[in-house]
């Protein structure tokens, strides 16, 4: 209640999630303050997180193909509403009976929060650009050069998600925020199939797309990226 930044966080993700119906989204029943204590009603999800799941090894095939379509059917749904999540990860990622939801829309486009170079986060006037926002692993390098994030961000993190699920390693990491700049920036992870050898070589062609450097390379929207994994 005496914390402003939450305030903000929690009053911005409710608007933001409120809009939003879809079975891989995970859904908000109510908004309210009580004794000055702002709250959010959200739907009980019983599973792990992806990053749990994670945890224990990467996940078969089939499942990372269903997952994926899942993830992309959600923030397909959420770039229709002109919502960019701009923090897709493992840890963003209920896994139900049901299937995956989609969470934490605390860094949608339009938020201001800023995550500083030194993991903090800090409150930030709603019109400044040049901010850094998001999970370093899964960021796209328009987001790490501050660059206005649409839809085509979100998918390189789930590029970038994808490959870890396929694998149970990151796609990018280094020693250092430096080092891992420069991997996402100008690098490539290690091909799939040097991991996981019976790796199709067309889902290895879907990862690579979703991390273009270059934006304009990659898939332009989620519904794209999904076809090709129902492919």
Request: glycine content about 10%; hydrophobic content about 40%.
């Amino acid at each position: 209640a005496d914390n402003e930044q939450e305030k903000i966080r929690v009053e911005r993700e409710a608007k933001t999630i409120s809009q939003l119906t879809h079975p891989n989204i995970c859904t908000l029943y109510d908004v309210g303050n009580e004794g000055g204590v702002e709250y959010l009603v959200m739907e009980l999800l019983e599973g792990d997180t992806l990053a749990d799941r994670l945890a224990r090894g990467p996940l078969p095939m089939r499942d990372v193909l269903r997952y994926g379509r899942e993830i992309a059917a959600a923030l397909d749904r959420a770039h229709r509403a002109g919502i960019v999540h701009r923090d897709l990860k493992p840890g963003n990622v209920m896994i139900t009976k049901s299937g995956a939801k989609l969470l934490d829309f605390g860094l949608a486009k339009g938020g201001s929060i800023e995550i500083s170079p030194d993991g903090a986060t800090q409150q930030k006037a709603l019109t400044q650009e040049g901010t850094i926002l998001g999970t370093f692993q899964y960021m796209a390098p328009e987001q790490l050069e501050g660059i206005e994030a649409d839809a085509r961000t979100d998918i390189f993190a789930l590029g970038a998600v994808l490959y870890e699920m396929s694998t149970g390693r990151r796609a990018f990491d280094g020693k250092t925020k430096t080092s891992l700049i420069a991997a996402i920036v100008g690098g490539a992870p290690k091909p799939i199939r040097d991991l996981q050898p019976l790796t199709p070589a067309e889902f290895e062609h879907v990862i690579a797309k979703c991390r273009a450097k270059d934006p304009d390379q990659g898939w332009q929207s989620a519904p794209d990226c999904a076809s090709q994994m129902e492919w």
